[in-house]
């Protein structure tokens, strides 16, 4: 599925983020940058120590929940990573929605002063941290959208999701937000 958004994209496709050549793949990272498990593994795994190397060097106290740092992408086929610290699901009371709006809007600011044109992005918080999926969807895909309106950049933005679950709630979500030929 995709979008037009200004001069840009906006893409849903369902698979492993591990495996997409970019420019730069944003991490559902935590907010000490320790190497975790779900897609933050999945990362370091593929990516090898580079990655974790160079956050613990530059960022050794680690990345405020709704922001996110850069870093090199080790082995990975892309040139960056950028750890995208999303909020823990407290029942909608914790400012939850700002939070994961931020570290989506910080990420695609790291990509723009990166010059990355194509990002990958997994659905931050909506695995441990227990985003509900429909509500991580819709604000989610409301941030890339406004962001790409108003920045014009970057031109690829691609969700990549894990299961069919996560597809089915991001692709709904997309309809209900932007209509097919409106
Ligand atoms: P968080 O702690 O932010 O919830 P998780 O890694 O637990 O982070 O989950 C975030 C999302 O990433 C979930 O939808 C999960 O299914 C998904 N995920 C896990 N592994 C991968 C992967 N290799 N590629 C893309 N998405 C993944």
Same mark, same amino acid.
């Given at each position: 599925?995709?979008?037009?958004?200004?001069?840009?994209? &906006?893409? &849903?496709?369902?698979?492993?983020?591990?495996? %997409?050549?970019?420019? &730069?793949?944003?991490?559902?990272?935590?907010?000490?940058?320790?190497?975790?498990?779900?897609?933050?593994?999945?990362? *370091?795994? %593929?990516?090898? +120590? /580079?990655?974790?190397?160079?956050? #613990?060097?530059?960022?050794?106290?680690?990345? +405020?929940?709704?922001? !996110?740092?850069?870093? @090199?992408?080790? %082995?990975?086929?892309?040139?960056?990573?950028? *750890?995208?610290?999303?909020?823990?699901?407290?029942?909608?009371?914790?400012?939850?929605?700002?939070?994961?709006?931020?570290?989506?809007?910080?990420?695609?600011?790291? !990509?723009?002063? *990166?010059?990355?044109?194509?990002? !990958? @992005? +997994?659905?931050?918080? @909506?695995?441990?941290?227990?985003? +509900?999926?429909?509500?991580?969807?819709?604000?989610?895909?409301?941030?890339?959208?406004?962001?790409? @309106?108003? %920045?014009?950049?970057?031109?690829?933005?691609?969700?990549? &999701?894990?299961? /069919?679950?996560?597809?089915? #709630?991001?692709?709904? #979500?997309? /309809?209900?937000?932007?209509?097919?030929?409106?």
């Amino acid at each position: 599925m995709r979008v037009a958004v200004a001069d840009c994209w &906006l893409e &849903l496709c369902e698979g492993d983020i591990t495996q %997409q050549a970019v420019d &730069l793949i944003v991490n559902a990272a935590n907010s000490y940058l320790r190497i975790g498990g779900g897609v933050d593994g999945a990362i *370091h795994r %593929q990516g090898g +120590p /580079a990655i974790h190397a160079d956050t #613990a060097r530059r960022y050794p106290d680690g990345c +405020p929940t709704g922001s !996110a740092v850069i870093s @090199t992408a080790g %082995q990975l086929a892309a040139r960056y990573v950028a *750890h995208a610290v999303g909020p823990q699901w407290n029942g909608g009371r914790n400012n939850e929605a700002e939070l994961l709006a931020g570290a989506y809007r910080r990420a695609l600011e790291l !990509a723009v002063e *990166h010059e990355c044109q194509a990002v !990958a @992005t +997994p659905a931050i918080s @909506t695995g441990v941290y227990g985003y +509900p999926l429909n509500e991580a969807a819709r604000v989610s895909l409301r941030t890339v959208i406004d962001f790409l @309106t108003t %920045q014009k950049r970057p031109e690829i933005v691609r969700f990549v &999701l894990f299961n /069919a679950e996560t597809f089915a #709630a991001y692709s709904n #979500a997309l /309809a209900e937000i932007s209509p097919p030929g409106k």
